[in-house]
């Protein structure tokens, strides 16, 4: 079994001349770094940089045991954290999870993990809270300050819930809280309510934390293999440890997507043949989108699952305007071996297909796109996972993670923050009446009344 993943350019590099990546050598090399010695800007946020490294091995040792406490009282865990706090765990849940799961009865049955406070729609949270009323189930809420809105709310309700059903003790054990070590309002109300906490390292900001409790803890609780999560970690680790970018896949990669971004591209699309990396696409977008979207630049990360979107995009990718380039995953190793069968009738004209693995004829509508959508002047760039497994789960998160960070500090942004993402939340705090924020809630409402005006 290889022990990482490879990145093919072929379909990509006759869009850049050599000259363009030699001339950034030196440059990628300072940055590495940088991103090595935590000295780059944006460095109190580098913690994830040696995390799988340094992992504690007795906070995990003790996240085992509670996933394993877990598995014993419940049938669902209910997930309450957004962005970050959620995305990572749910896309290994979809990426290694069969589609059509067994139910949670039976020998070696692990609980349904299911994910709440990640949105404001009343009518999710009615629902869910009627459906655990009728199953036994724990609860994990997520979230460095403990003051996010989605996840604050939808907290609320469920604590409310476990007390109700459990009583005030019962409800203790079966309440896990993972936030900031030291701070922060959520620390504060487990401390004073006696739940078992994770820590959020202080130096490993939300979309890059899948790798800490954030995401190892849910995915203990449903059976995952966290142990290979985290050596997949460790080997991309070990491959993006040089500074030279033509041994380094996860600097290729970012290299060029800034230099797509320098000729004028707009989008990056993510692309999958397999359903089950939606989730994946979800977080990258996420890590990508508000690591890099600051100050006019950055490229807006979008996801497509082909071939089904190649009949509603496929002619926009190929025809339209020329503003993206993609970036493929490829699985390559299946774990299906469904071969189609031949028809004595052939109606519908697929016997010259008879005895191939359905597999087969997905890797070959893949590389037949990869084709038209160069000759219609579309870089690919496509990323080969050689099978979805818990380990090439870590691998990949470490290498975008990595990747991220080079491509943020080339544009010249802080990869780090989220400045955008802050204002939305001001204003919506201003808008709900909340205490300090009057001076805005008037601004505000000024500026709507004016828009209503004829």
Not at 78 to 89: N, R
Not at 164 to 174: D, I, N, P, V
Not at 214 to 221: R, S
Request: with cysteine; proline share 5%; charged share 20%.
């Amino acid at each position: 079994m290889s022990n990482g993943i490879t990145v093919e350019l072929e379909a990509a590099l006759p869009f850049i001349r050599d000259e363009e990546l030699t001339i950034l050598e030196p440059q990628v090399k300072q940055i590495h770094h940088q991103l090595h010695a935590k000295s780059g800007v944006g460095s109190d946020f580098l913690g994830w940089v040696d995390l799988p490294l340094n992992y504690n091995q007795e906070e995990l040792a003790v996240l085992k045991n509670a996933a394993a406490q877990v598995k014993e009282e419940a049938e669902v865990l209910v997930v309450a954290g957004i962005g970050g706090s959620y995305l990572g765990a749910r896309a290994a849940l979809e990426m290694l999870s069969p589609y059509f799961p067994p139910g949670v009865d039976g020998p070696g049955a692990y609980p349904q993990v299911i994910f709440a406070g990640h949105h404001l729609s009343g009518t999710y949270l009615q629902e869910l809270l009627a459906y655990l009323a009728e199953k036994e189930f724990c609860l994990n809420v997520i979230s460095k300050s403990g003051s996010t809105t989605e996840t604050a709310v939808a907290f609320r309700f469920l604590r409310k819930l476990a007390e109700e059903k459990y009583g005030k003790e019962g409800a203790k054990s079966r309440i896990f809280v993972t936030t900031d070590p030291h701070s922060g309002a959520l620390r504060r109300l487990a401390e004073e309510a006696g739940y078992q906490t994770f820590n959020i390292p202080a130096d490993v900001g939300g979309r890059y934390s899948v790798l800490t409790p954030v995401g190892l803890f849910p995915l203990a609780v449903a059976g995952l293999d966290v142990d290979q999560i985290l050596a997949g970690a460790v080997k991309a680790y070990q491959d993006s440890a040089v500074a030279e970018p033509a041994k380094n896949s996860a600097y290729q990669y970012a290299l060029l997507r800034y230099l797509f971004h320098q000729k004028g591209k707009k989008v990056e699309l993510m692309v999958t043949y397999e359903p089950s990396l939606y989730y994946f696409t979800e977080w990258w977008k996420q890590l990508f989108g508000e690591s890099e979207g600051k100050a006019g630049k950055g490229l807006f990360p979008a996801g497509v699952n082909f071939t089904t979107d190649l009949h509603s995009l496929g002619q926009y990718i190929q025809d339209g305007q020329k503003i993206l380039f993609e970036t493929v995953l490829q699985v390559v190793r299946s774990k299906a071996a469904l071969v189609l069968p031949a028809e004595e009738n052939d109606l519908d004209g697929l016997n010259y297909l008879a005895g191939r693995q359905i597999d087969e004829i997905n890797a070959q509508a893949l590389q037949g796109t990869i084709l038209a959508h160069q000759d219609g002047g579309v870089p690919v760039m496509v990323i080969k996972i050689p099978e979805l497994s818990a380990y090439y789960f870590g691998y990949l998160v470490y290498f975008f993670e990595k990747a991220c960070a080079m491509s943020g500090y080339l544009l010249g942004v802080n990869p780090f923050d989220q400045p955008g993402v802050e204002e939305y939340k001001q204003n919506l705090f201003a808008l709900l009446g909340m205490a300090g924020y009057e001076e805005r809630r008037g601004r505000i409402l000024a500026r709507l009344a004016k828009a209503e005006q004829p």
